[in-house]
């Protein structure tokens, strides 16, 4: 697996030109993000989706909720098979990345979305100190949302879309709330709105001093539609709204495909 870290030091500035006002929309940025291909490859080609073959598939982390604005960010890069409903996570994330304030100062909203070819999803928060550019100094307020499960719409091989999915079945109804944003730090519409669950900062540096990596941000990929061969997908099947909270963890989250970075 890759890792591209950009921008760590110096203020980036990054201008997104959106093309459609849906998730096909293509951000063209001058030195920025232009897509998600092979980091082995010097070709930028779009990937044709086969069941069973590895796809390239991005994860872009930044350290504001408008990505329209200065931030740093850091994209991660791995390759599952695709229906294979696997798992993504970057370890030490809310250690490296929160408490020890890696990509910022540990002070400001961090967010991501992922890409696969020249499709990108909406955004959702990872770690929110600030709510309408005001700090909160009390962690039990600070909210984390470390998983979600990412969709990839697929028709006769060719990406049509990225989602997330509902990912409120870990929580009670007072912990799930909605985070789907623009790239300008706006909520998304209702239509393409999507919940998660979330953990206080402060529960989340209790399980990381016991050695727990639950607030480590985790993504959980299924595949739907079709392939280039016409055969369909089978593991939206498991995205998390599509089974009852009581059976997601005996299920399969312990059993995935793990491609920690």
């Known amino acids: 697996f890759s890792k591209e870290l950009l921008t760590m030091v110096m203020a980036f500035f990054f201008r997104y030109l959106f093309l459609a006002s849906s998730l096909l929309s293509y951000i063209s940025a001058t030195g920025g993000y232009k897509g998600c291909f092979d980091p082995n490859s010097d070709d930028e080609e779009v990937e044709t989706i086969r069941i069973g073959q590895r796809h390239t598939i991005c994860l872009i982390l930044g350290n504001n909720a408008n990505w329209s604005s200065q931030l740093d960010y850091v994209r991660y890069t791995f390759r599952p098979k695709a229906d294979?409903?696997?798992?993504?996570?970057?370890?030490?994330?809310?250690?490296d990345l929160v408490q020890n304030g890696a990509l910022g100062n540990g002070n400001q909203n961090l967010t991501y979305f992922f890409g696969v070819g020249k499709n990108i999803s909406h955004v959702r928060m990872y770690y929110e100190p600030k709510q309408n550019d005001e700090f909160?100094?009390?962690?039990?307020?600070?909210?984390?949302?470390?998983?979600?499960?990412a969709i990839v719409d697929v028709k006769d091989g060719v990406v049509l879309g990225l989602d997330w999915d509902n990912s409120c079945g870990f929580c009670s109804k007072k912990k799930c709330l909605e985070n789907t944003y623009m790239f300008t730090g706006q909520l998304a519409s209702q239509k393409s709105m999507r919940k998660g669950c979330y953990l206080t900062k402060e529960e989340c540096n209790e399980l990381t001093k016991q050695g727990d990596t639950t607030c480590d941000l985790n993504l959980y990929f299924v595949w739907?539609?079709?392939?280039?061969?016409?055969k369909p997908f089978q593991s939206s099947g498991y995205r998390f709204s599509a089974f009852p909270p009581t059976s997601i963890e005996n299920q399969f989250l312990n059993s995935l495909p793990d491609y920690s970075w």
């Open 84 to 95: 294979e409903y696997s798992k993504f996570h970057i370890d030490q994330s809310f250690k």
């Open 136 to 149: 909160e100094d009390d962690d039990n307020k600070v909210k984390v949302f470390p998983f979600i499960t």
């Open 224 to 230: 739907t539609g079709t392939d280039a061969d016409g």
